[in-house]
């Protein structure tokens, strides 16, 4: 008995499994006390309750503890091989029905040992084929096999002359060698327990000569030879003898990989190979194992030959498929009394055959054989009773498997019930619109529907019919209306289109009887009832409003349900959007104003182009302007040529929609012309087409070219001809190129609106060459070493060399002379040429002028300059050098000068070289000066350091001899302590500093003074007060601050200074400060000072 119990899970339904019992392997061997868990879930409301079956027997946890049940799972413990081997079954139930799982098999893997029987010796000849028997023992589980020769672990390998078939477990040796005797031993594996078992040893061993004679003497009655046996017992050669093989025909599931054994003995051993019957290549899914004694292949044939001859054993695969599921089965819902068709499909191979059941059981087909048919799968029942309610399963099934589908059919028997599907409660439509009234009670069998309105029945209004007379002359046609109450006709033959022809029989009450008449028109009802119960009423009048009521009716009983229609004003749009034509960057407003029934919310909702605009987004271009509640005008504010396109505007209430719209058309600066193409180009000219591009509703009035060149600053405008280019010219020629260089070019669009978007570039071309034109310029020169003639120049730029091969024709004569030198400089980079010549005189005046050529030829020669050939260099050095130490990293070096000027050498000035004592010559510091002085300063040096000096005179020839090497050591640096414990106090406009004295340290100069440096705070410049002394008074201001630091200096230079003070600005007449060497005072000290100062007052 059950009970249907409310739960959470909402809409009550039968049981439907979710996870169904898998078989399960035990090994017997390791049993102990493991369990064994059968899985089964099922989903329905109220939850399932579920009951276990062993080979078809319930089992029952109560009798026996080691069953247990959690869930819908079932559980057993302490197993046992011989109790619970079998099928298992799981059934789920509740107050719907009844379903069963697929069965689950629970097994036991076993392996028992070998029989422990000696096993006879086999006797072979030498080259003869043999088969050792494995004979494995009783087991349960897959078996892999492997022979041990000899003793362990010494195992046979398989090769092309040994197999081991994995089918039987026996190995084969195709062609035995002496190398084979010895003893033999299966080794049994069982593949789920991973046991193994060793057989009895099989001697194997060959067969003496005495023994094959005695052998032939016993069977032929005296000494007779074998073809097939030489002299010393050796096997004969003999045809392959295949003794592994399959059968003809090998079922095989598709998809599957099937594994085919073929082997053979002969003398010489055999090849196996393997091939299709048809003669096809094997594919790549073929694979051999290392004996080619194992075929995965879907279709085969094998072939055993050697020398002798050859065998074939021949194999076709049958497929096969367990069934699978097409068509599945779905829960339905039947009122009582009506038909139910169920089908369940499946395909499979060979095809399957199909069983139902109901609650579980297959006894309900024998209790109303006249109602309930099955025939290939299809379950028929007519007239549904409530009886008929259950859980249905098919199972469709073949010898390779089977599949399980089920659904609940649920009979219905209920009066009209409106709980779950009210009339709506408020209905509004529009005048003139129609409606439907859905009425959508549950009940079952389906009934009848009628409707109120108020308080009387609703009439369908009267459909009527137009009929011509066929049957006399076309002038005496006789047209008639029938109203539908009048006529009575078979449905097929009313035509569903009022418009067309159709010849039908009517009888008619009042009219002609079995007269022929012609149906012309159906005038449709303006209020009906649809085939669902809604009522649906159309070109809705306010005289509709009211309340209407749905009673439906069946056997079981009566209900209805109650609504009101509401009938409300039409929306109209007063004022609709307008078609403009607009230039870029305008803004403008689009109108939307309507008219509506002021009890309806009203929405505006704008599109563009399809899509709807979203006033959130869109940069904030559109903006809602519309201030009253009828109007929903927008704004586009700086109209761009993106916002062309159809704008609408829908208008929405709860009973009606409409919607108006308009084209804006925004003009702008014309799109990018497009394919420019370079049509011809010379080496000044180029000749440019292109296609224009859109518009933007403005025309095109001018067209500008613009070049661009790898040594151009980005794009120019170039010159053409035409000089103006209309807007309907698209083809051009641009001049004043220069040649040999790469262009670029684009064309740019005008309009009465602006200027366009540039075209994208055209194909880079490059300019034909030609002889060049421009010579280089700042031709100049002098200087170089002795003999030489240096000419310098600025090389022309790339863009002006008008060819390939660019170089130089350097011209030079002496002044005076009439022939010219020459020479070519084959760079285009070069700026300089020098002439060599030891009889040159130095400073010998040169005409010279520079040219030009390239892969064409010569250009032109540049105008003539004159030049000096190079001077000498100095030929004296100077003397009385002379060097003092001016600080510890100052010195500073005199000398007596040369004579500065002669007609062969100059001096330009003089080249100091200065390097310490413990230094390389080398690495000399060099200090060169500009003219004729005597004396430099070489500053940077380190202090108390021995240095070395000599002086040179340079000119643009080079340098002359050096003076003597003089020496000097610099003074010991100043003191590295800075001055310490600074105070300072002021009286009026005083300031009166003082610090303690600096010490130098050993390798340091005694300090000879101190430098107090000042300045306004205001102020960048500073000013210095030295003293020999520790304190100072310095006449300020009272009313600024000053910043102030003190450095101490010495013979070795200034030293480090003091933290930097500030005076501050002093209302009182006295104030006394300190520096420290950490920090400023803090403002406890600061007062402590203060008031000590006021005490001495």
Not at 539 to 559: L, P, W
Not at 692 to 700: E, K, L, M, T, Y
Not at 814 to 827: E, I, N, Q
Not at 862 to 877: D, H, K, L, V, Y
């Given at each position: 008995?059950?009970?249907?119990?409310?739960?959470?899970?909402g809409?009550?339904?039968?049981?439907?499994?979710?996870?169904?019992?898998?078989?399960?392997?035990?090994?017997?061997?390791?049993?102990?006390?493991?369990?064994?868990?059968?899985?089964?879930?099922?989903?329905?409301?109220?939850?399932?309750?579920?009951?276990?079956?062993?080979?078809?027997?319930?089992?029952?946890?109560?009798?026996?503890?080691?069953?247990?049940?959690?869930?819908?799972?079932?559980?057993?413990?302490?197993?046992?091989?011989?109790?619970?081997?079998?099928?298992?079954?799981?059934?789920?139930?509740?107050?719907?029905?009844?379903?069963?799982?697929?069965?689950?098999t629970?097994?036991?893997?076993?392996?028992?040992?070998?029989?422990?029987?000696?096993?006879?010796?086999?006797?072979?000849?030498?080259?003869?084929?043999?088969?050792?028997l494995?004979?494995?023992?009783?087991?349960?589980?897959?078996?892999?096999?492997?022979w041990?020769?000899?003793?362990?672990?010494?195992?046979?390998?398989?090769?092309t002359?040994?197999?081991?078939?994995?089918?039987?477990?026996?190995?084969?040796?195709?062609k035995?060698?002496?190398?084979?005797?010895?003893?033999?031993?299966?080794?049994?594996?069982?593949?789920?327990?991973?046991?193994?078992?060793?057989?009895?040893?099989?001697?194997?061993?060959?067969?003496?000569?005495?023994?094959?004679?005695?052998?032939?003497?016993?069977?032929?009655?005296?000494?007779?030879?074998?073809?097939?046996?030489?002299?010393?017992?050796?096997?004969?050669?003999?045809?392959?003898?295949?003794?592994?093989?399959?059968?003809?025909?090998?079922?095989a599931?598709?998809?599957?990989?099937?594994?085919?054994?073929?082997?053979?003995l002969?003398?010489?051993?055999?090849?196996?190979?393997?091939?299709?019957?048809?003669?096809?290549?094997?594919?790549?899914?073929?694979?051999?194992?290392?004996?080619?004694?194992?075929?995965?292949?879907?279709?085969?044939?094998?072939?055993?030959?050697?020398?002798?001859?050859?065998?074939?054993?021949?194999?076709?695969?049958?497929?096969?498929?367990?069934?699978?599921?097409?068509?599945?089965?779905?829960?339905?819902?039947?009122?009582?009394?009506?038909?139910?068709?169920?089908?369940?499909?499946?395909?499979?191979?060979?095809?399957?055959?199909?069983?139902?059941?109901?609650?579980?059981e297959?006894?309900?087909?024998?209790?109303?054989?006249?109602?309930?048919?099955?025939?290939?799968?299809?379950?028929?029942?007519?007239?549904?009773?409530?009886?008929?309610?259950?859980?249905?399963?098919?199972?469709?099934?073949?010898?390779?498997?089977?599949?399980?589908?089920?659904?609940?059919?649920r009979?219905?028997?209920?009066?009209?019930?409106?709980?779950?599907?009210?009339?709506?409660?408020?209905?509004?439509?529009?005048?003139?619109?129609?409606?439907?009234?859905?009425?959508?009670?549950?009940?079952?069998?389906?009934?009848?529907?009628?409707?109120?309105?108020?308080?009387?029945a609703?009439?369908?209004?009267?459909?009527?019919?137009m009929?011509?007379?066929?049957?006399?002359?076309?002038?005496?046609?006789?047209?008639?209306?029938?109203?539908?109450?009048?006529?009575?006709?078979?449905?097929?033959?009313?035509?569903?289109?009022?418009?067309l022809?159709?010849?039908?029989?009517?009888?008619?009450?009042?009219?002609?009887?079995?007269?022929?008449?012609?149906?012309?028109?159906?005038?449709?009802n303006?209020?009906?009832?649809?085939?669902?119960g809604?009522?649906?009423i159309?070109?809705?009048?306010?005289?509709?409003?009211?309340?209407?009521?749905?009673?439906?009716?069946?056997?079981?009983?009566?209900?209805?349900?109650?609504?009101?229609?509401?009938v409300?004003?039409?929306t109209?749009?007063?004022?609709?959007?307008?078609?403009?034509?607009?230039?870029?960057?305008?803004?403008?407003?689009?109108?939307?104003?309507?008219l509506?029934?002021?009890?309806?919310?009203?929405?505006?909702?704008?599109?563009?182009?399809?899509?709807?605009?979203?006033?959130?987004?869109?940069?904030?271009?559109?903006?809602?302007?519309?201030?009253?509640?009828?109007?929903?005008?927008?704004?586009?504010?700086?109209?761009?040529?993106?916002?062309?396109?159809?704008?609408?505007?829908?208008?929405?209430?709860?009973?009606?929609?409409?919607?108006?719209?308009?084209?804006?058309?925004?003009?702008?600066?014309?799109?990018?012309?497009?394919?420019?193409?370079?049509?011809?180009?010379?080496?000044?000219?180029?000749?440019?087409?292109?296609?224009?591009?859109?518009?933007?509703?403005?025309?095109?009035?001018?067209?500008?070219?613009?070049?661009?060149?790898?040594?151009?600053?980005?794009?120019?405008?170039?010159?053409?001809?035409?000089?103006?280019?209309?807007?309907?010219?698209?083809?051009?020629?641009?001049?004043?190129?220069?040649p040999?260089?790469?262009?670029?070019?684009?064309?740019?669009?005008?309009?009465?609106?602006?200027?366009?978007?540039?075209?994208?570039?055209?194909?880079?071309?490059?300019?034909?060459?030609?002889?060049?034109?421009?010579?280089?310029?700042?031709?100049?020169?002098?200087?170089?070493?002795?003999?030489?003639?240096?000419?310098?120049?600025?090389?022309?730029?790339?863009?002006?060399?008008?060819?390939?091969?660019?170089?130089?024709?350097?011209?030079?004569?002496?002044?005076?002379a009439?022939?010219?030198?020459?020479?070519?400089?084959?760079?285009?980079?070069?700026?300089?040429?020098?002439?060599?010549?030891?009889?040159?005189?130095?400073?010998?005046?040169?005409e010279?002028?520079v040219?030009?050529?390239?892969?064409?030829?010569?250009?032109?020669?540049?105008?003539?300059?004159?030049?000096?050939?190079?001077?000498?260099?100095?030929?004296?050095?100077?003397?009385?050098?002379?060097?003092?130490?001016?600080?510890?990293?100052?010195?500073?070096?005199?000398?007596?000068?040369?004579?500065?000027?002669?007609?062969?050498?100059?001096?330009?000035?003089?080249?100091?070289?200065?390097?310490?004592?413990?230094?390389?010559?080398?690495?000399?510091?060099?200090?060169?000066?500009?003219?004729?002085?005597?004396?430099?300063?070489?500053?940077?040096?380190?202090?108390?350091?021995?240095?070395?000096?000599?002086v040179?005179?340079?000119?643009?020839a080079?340098?002359?001899?050096?003076?003597?090497?003089?020496?000097?050591?610099?003074?010991?640096?100043?003191?590295?302590?800075?001055?310490?414990?600074?105070?300072?106090?002021?009286?009026?406009?005083?300031?009166?500093?003082?610090?303690?004295?600096?010490?130098?340290?050993?390798?340091?100069?005694?300090?000879?003074?101190?430098?107090?440096?000042?300045?306004?705070?205001?102020?960048?410049?500073?000013?210095?007060?030295?003293?020999?002394?520790?304190?100072?008074?310095?006449?300020l201001?009272?009313?600024?601050?000053?910043?102030?630091?003190?450095k101490?200096?010495?013979?070795g230079?200034?030293?480090?200074?003091?933290?930097?003070?500030?005076?501050?600005?002093?209302?009182?007449p006295?104030?006394?400060?300190?520096?420290?060497?950490?920090?400023?005072?803090?403002?406890?000290s600061?007062?402590?000072?203060?008031?000590?100062?006021?005490?001495?007052?």
């Amino acid at each position: 008995v059950y009970f249907l119990l409310p739960t959470d899970s909402g809409a009550l339904n039968g049981p439907a499994f979710t996870q169904q019992p898998s078989s399960i392997v035990f090994s017997v061997d390791s049993l102990g006390n493991r369990e064994a868990v059968f899985n089964c879930e099922a989903e329905g409301n109220p939850p399932p309750l579920y009951r276990w079956k062993l080979n078809g027997t319930s089992i029952d946890p109560k009798l026996d503890s080691r069953y247990s049940f959690f869930g819908g799972n079932l559980r057993i413990t302490h197993l046992n091989k011989v109790k619970d081997a079998g099928t298992y079954q799981c059934t789920a139930s509740n107050a719907f029905g009844t379903i069963i799982s697929r069965e689950a098999t629970l097994q036991f893997a076993y392996l028992e040992p070998f029989k422990l029987q000696t096993r006879s010796t086999v006797s072979v000849r030498e080259g003869q084929g043999v088969v050792l028997l494995c004979g494995p023992p009783a087991h349960s589980g897959e078996l892999t096999y492997s022979w041990i020769f000899n003793e362990y672990p010494s195992f046979v390998q398989q090769d092309t002359r040994r197999f081991v078939s994995q089918k039987t477990g026996n190995l084969y040796i195709a062609k035995v060698e002496p190398s084979d005797v010895g003893n033999y031993t299966c080794v049994v594996t069982n593949s789920v327990t991973n046991s193994k078992v060793q057989g009895p040893p099989t001697p194997l061993v060959l067969r003496t000569d005495e023994q094959i004679e005695r052998e032939r003497d016993t069977q032929t009655g005296g000494p007779k030879w074998s073809s097939q046996v030489g002299l010393e017992g050796v096997m004969g050669e003999y045809e392959p003898k295949i003794e592994v093989q399959f059968p003809e025909i090998v079922p095989a599931a598709r998809g599957s990989t099937v594994k085919l054994e073929c082997f053979a003995l002969g003398n010489p051993v055999p090849t196996i190979s393997w091939r299709r019957a048809d003669g096809i290549p094997l594919s790549r899914r073929v694979e051999l194992n290392k004996s080619s004694g194992v075929l995965e292949i879907p279709y085969f044939q094998c072939v055993a030959e050697n020398s002798r001859g050859k065998n074939v054993a021949k194999g076709k695969l049958t497929f096969y498929a367990p069934p699978q599921l097409i068509e599945k089965l779905h829960d339905v819902h039947k009122p009582i009394d009506d038909n139910l068709v169920w089908e369940c499909k499946a395909s499979g191979k060979p095809k399957p055959s199909y069983r139902w059941l109901k609650n579980g059981e297959y006894t309900f087909l024998s209790f109303s054989k006249e109602r309930i048919q099955v025939v290939n799968g299809v379950l028929a029942i007519t007239g549904l009773a409530l009886s008929d309610s259950g859980m249905y399963q098919c199972i469709a099934e073949n010898k390779h498997g089977e599949k399980h589908t089920s659904a609940e059919l649920r009979v219905m028997a209920k009066a009209p019930d409106f709980s779950q599907n009210l009339l709506k409660k408020q209905t509004l439509v529009r005048e003139g619109g129609e409606v439907v009234i859905e009425c959508k009670p549950t009940m079952s069998p389906r009934g009848m529907i009628t409707w109120r309105k108020g308080n009387e029945a609703l009439q369908e209004n009267e459909r009527n019919l137009m009929l011509q007379d066929t049957l006399t002359s076309a002038d005496q046609k006789l047209g008639i209306f029938v109203p539908v109450h009048s006529w009575s006709i078979h449905q097929a033959l009313l035509p569903s289109n009022g418009g067309l022809l159709a010849t039908v029989i009517v009888s008619l009450a009042g009219y002609l009887n079995c007269c022929a008449w012609t149906y012309v028109h159906s005038f449709p009802n303006r209020i009906s009832v649809l085939e669902d119960g809604s009522l649906w009423i159309s070109n809705v009048t306010k005289s509709d409003s009211g309340s209407y009521t749905c009673i439906a009716r069946n056997r079981f009983g009566e209900a209805g349900s109650t609504g009101s229609l509401f009938v409300k004003d039409p929306t109209v749009i007063t004022v609709p959007p307008s078609s403009m034509d607009v230039t870029v960057g305008e803004s403008i407003v689009l109108q939307c104003q309507v008219l509506h029934d002021p009890s309806l919310d009203i929405k505006f909702t704008w599109f563009f182009n399809g899509q709807p605009i979203n006033f959130g987004s869109h940069k904030g271009y559109f903006e809602k302007v519309g201030g009253q509640h009828s109007a929903g005008d927008i704004m586009i504010r700086n109209v761009q040529l993106r916002d062309s396109g159809k704008y609408t505007c829908v208008v929405q209430t709860n009973v009606d929609s409409i919607s108006a719209g308009a084209d804006l058309i925004v003009r702008g600066p014309p799109g990018p012309p497009e394919s420019i193409r370079v049509e011809e180009i010379t080496d000044t000219t180029a000749v440019l087409s292109w296609r224009p591009g859109p518009d933007n509703h403005s025309p095109i009035t001018i067209y500008t070219i613009q070049a661009r060149t790898p040594f151009s600053v980005g794009w120019q405008a170039v010159t053409t001809v035409p000089e103006v280019i209309g807007g309907r010219q698209l083809r051009a020629t641009v001049v004043d190129l220069n040649p040999w260089v790469e262009y670029e070019f684009r064309v740019v669009a005008s309009n009465a609106v602006g200027i366009g978007e540039p075209s994208k570039p055209s194909r880079k071309a490059r300019s034909k060459e030609t002889l060049p034109k421009v010579t280089p310029s700042n031709v100049s020169g002098g200087g170089g070493s002795r003999s030489e003639l240096v000419i310098t120049w600025e090389p022309v730029p790339e863009e002006l060399q008008n060819g390939r091969e660019f170089g130089y024709v350097v011209a030079f004569r002496p002044l005076g002379a009439t022939s010219w030198m020459k020479a070519v400089v084959p760079s285009a980079d070069a700026s300089k040429y020098v002439f060599k010549d030891e009889s040159m005189p130095p400073l010998s005046p040169f005409e010279v002028k520079v040219g030009v050529y390239n892969s064409k030829g010569e250009g032109p020669f540049g105008s003539t300059t004159t030049i000096f050939s190079a001077e000498e260099e100095p030929g004296r050095a100077p003397n009385k050098v002379r060097a003092k130490s001016l600080s510890a990293y100052e010195i500073e070096v005199s000398w007596k000068p040369i004579p500065w000027n002669t007609n062969r050498r100059r001096v330009l000035g003089y080249e100091l070289r200065c390097w310490a004592s413990k230094e390389k010559e080398e690495t000399a510091r060099v200090v060169r000066t500009q003219g004729n002085r005597t004396s430099e300063v070489i500053r940077g040096l380190k202090g108390n350091t021995l240095y070395y000096i000599t002086v040179q005179a340079y000119s643009t020839a080079g340098v002359g001899p050096s003076s003597n090497i003089v020496n000097v050591t610099t003074r010991k640096p100043p003191p590295s302590q800075p001055p310490l414990k600074v105070m300072w106090i002021t009286l009026n406009s005083k300031v009166i500093l003082n610090w303690e004295h600096v010490k130098a340290l050993e390798n340091e100069s005694e300090v000879t003074g101190y430098k107090v440096l000042y300045k306004c705070n205001k102020q960048s410049s500073t000013n210095v007060v030295e003293t020999n002394t520790t304190s100072v008074e310095l006449s300020l201001p009272s009313d600024e601050e000053y910043i102030i630091q003190i450095k101490p200096f010495s013979d070795g230079g200034e030293g480090r200074s003091s933290k930097q003070i500030t005076i501050p600005r002093i209302s009182g007449p006295k104030a006394i400060g300190s520096a420290s060497k950490v920090s400023t005072l803090s403002a406890l000290s600061t007062i402590a000072l203060s008031f000590t100062a006021r005490s001495t007052l």
